[in-house]
């Protein structure tokens, strides 16, 4: 996974992005402030960078023009949501642009699809004994392809992109399925138990009671 530096001065904040991006197997840098940036991101080479816009100090439109010099991905991270301030972020090389609050799958999400478009994504993802390529559509086990279901694979890459967090059937649903999906939770249910028995997943796909699912990648 990704190595990820978190450019932040809101430690409540900061924190709880590092545990996200932990919990889904991405190690991550923490600096609240310009020259403690720079200094992890250019003695610590990481894949990308979350950039904050409101900084002490030098803000993160300043910021951003160093970190490009570096060849380094950039998301902006901020509360603010005017029109004026997502172009000109985009315009000095941001790859993308999030705005605070958001929900954890969503900056994840993002995340994944910058790190693909970068050339920084490790291709291949192994969970429990599972080897699976999302871009690809490809699972392998025991060097063995394994033939999912279209819906059946869109569900697996939800878990995948969410592994280590509770996911309600309402979420897995909306995600899974599509946010105009007219369905009943029991065909989450149903298809969970389908990826269980293809994948050998009893042990690490865990049912959280009366709430839904939870992949888990550790042991
Ligand atoms: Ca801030």
């Given at each position: 996974?990704?190595?990820?530096?978190?450019?932040?001065?809101?430690?409540?904040?900061?924190?709880?992005?590092?545990?996200?991006?932990?919990?889904?197997?991405?190690?991550?840098?923490?600096?609240?402030?310009?020259?403690?940036?720079?200094?992890?991101?250019?003695?610590?080479?990481?894949?990308?960078?979350?950039?904050?816009?409101?900084?002490?100090?030098?803000?993160?439109?300043?910021?951003?023009?160093?970190?490009?010099?570096?060849?380094?991905?950039?998301?902006?991270?901020?509360?603010?949501?005017?029109?004026?301030?997502k172009?000109?972020?985009?315009?000095?090389?941001?790859?993308?642009?999030?705005?605070?609050?958001?929900?954890?799958?969503?900056?994840?999400?993002?995340?994944?699809?910058?790190?693909?478009?970068?050339?920084?994504?490790?291709?291949?993802?192994f969970?429990?004994?599972?080897?699976?390529?999302?871009?690809?559509?490809?699972?392998?086990?025991?060097?063995?392809?394994?033939?999912?279901?279209?819906?059946?694979?869109?569900?697996?890459?939800?878990?995948?992109?969410?592994?280590?967090?509770?996911?309600?059937?309402?979420?897995?649903?909306?995600?899974?399925?599509?946010?105009?999906?007219?369905?009943?939770t029991?065909?989450?249910?149903?298809?969970?138990?389908?990826?269980?028995?293809?994948?050998?997943?009893d042990?690490?796909?865990?049912?959280?009671?009366?709430y839904?699912?939870?992949?888990?990648?550790?042991?």
């Open positions: 996974m990704a190595k990820i530096l978190i450019i932040e001065d809101e430690k409540a904040i900061a924190e709880l992005i590092e545990l996200n991006l932990s919990l889904t197997g991405h190690s991550c840098l923490r600096a609240a402030e310009a020259e403690e940036a720079l200094e992890l991101a250019m003695s610590q080479h990481p894949d990308l960078v979350l950039l904050d816009v409101m900084l002490p100090g030098r803000d993160g439109f300043d910021l951003i023009r160093e970190l490009r010099q570096h060849d380094l991905p950039v998301i902006f991270l901020t509360a603010r949501n005017s029109v004026v301030d172009v000109q972020g985009l315009r000095l090389g941001a790859d993308d642009y999030i705005t605070k609050p958001f929900e954890p799958a969503e900056l994840l999400a993002r995340i994944d699809a910058v790190l693909r478009r970068t050339g920084h994504s490790d291709d291949s993802i969970i429990c004994g599972v080897e699976i390529k999302i871009e690809e559509r490809m699972i392998r086990k025991n060097g063995e392809n394994i033939e999912l279901t279209a819906q059946e694979f869109n569900l697996l890459e939800v878990l995948v992109r969410n592994r280590n967090i509770a996911m309600s059937r309402e979420k897995l649903l909306e995600n899974a399925w599509g946010y105009d999906y007219v369905g009943e029991r065909t989450v249910d149903i298809h969970i138990q389908r990826l269980r028995r293809k994948l050998g997943w042990s690490c796909l865990k049912t959280v009671y009366k839904g699912y939870r992949l888990e990648t550790e042991p």
